[in-house]
Every structure is written in structure tokens, then in C-alpha cells.
């Protein structure tokens, strides 16, 4: 089975619409845009990637089938979560303190064990 790239996505909901028009929509290079459609280049940055999924104005689904994809070459968090956890000062200090609640448990259960 051949796994979907970004690169392969990107082309397929592109359709019709020239890469010169679409890229300098998003605001990259057409010989750019086409390498990351062929998979000559990496995943490009998050913010290139909302900036694409803008422009192809693709429903709720596809942008996060789009960021997912897109997250296999990008520490593995898709581009809309990292933009909303790292806008969000709050839920970072949420996200560590459950970080820092769960290894205190590991600990106790560790102990458990030994």
C-alpha cells in the first residue's frame, strides 16, 4: 500500500489552479511549491502549511488531514495544534503540570513494583 504524502495531497486538492497562481497566493516559490508536491522538499513550516490549507479553502477534515500529514515531518505535532498550544500560555502551564502529576505517579507505581 502506498502511503498519502503531504506533497501528494497538496497536488490532488490543488486540482486545476496553476502553481504560479497558488503559490504566490500562499506566498512561496512556484519551483518550491512543485519540489514539496514531488516530495523533493520537506514538509514545509507550520505556518506555510495554514497558509496553504487557507488558500485552498478546504473544510474542517481536510485541514487536519492536511496538518496531520504535514506532522509525519514536523515533530510529529500537526501545524493547528502547535499554533493553539503555543498560543496558549495557560495550556502549556496545564500541559506541564499534568506532565509533572503523571511522573509523580509513575514514581509511586515504580516504587509499587520494586
Keep these: 500500500m502506498i502511503k498519502e504524502t503531504f506533497g501528494d495531497y497538496l497536488r490532488c486538492k490543488r486540482g ?11 506566498g512561496i516559490s512556484s519551483v518550491y511549491l512543485l519540489d514539496i508536491e514531488k516530495g523533493a522538499r520537506n514538509v514545509p513550516k507550520r505556518e506555510v502549511q495554514i497558509r496553504i490549507a487557507n488558500c485552498l479553502k478546504l473544510s474542517t477534515e481536510e485541514k487536519y488531514h492536511l496538518y ?10 500537526p501545524a493547528d495544534v502547535w499554533m493553539y498550544i503555543t498560543g496558549n500560555s495557560g495550556l502549556i502551564k496545564r500541559i506541564r503540570n499534568e506532565a ?6 509513575m514514581k509511586t507505581v515504580e516504587k509499587e513494583l520494586l
Design 100 to 105: 509533572i502529576i503523571e511522573e509523580s505517579q
Design 16 to 26: 486545476n489552479i496553476s502553481a504560479a497562481a497558488f503559490a504566490k497566493e500562499v
Design 68 to 77: 496531520d500529514l504535514g506532522a509525519t515531518g514536523k515533530e510529529g505535532i
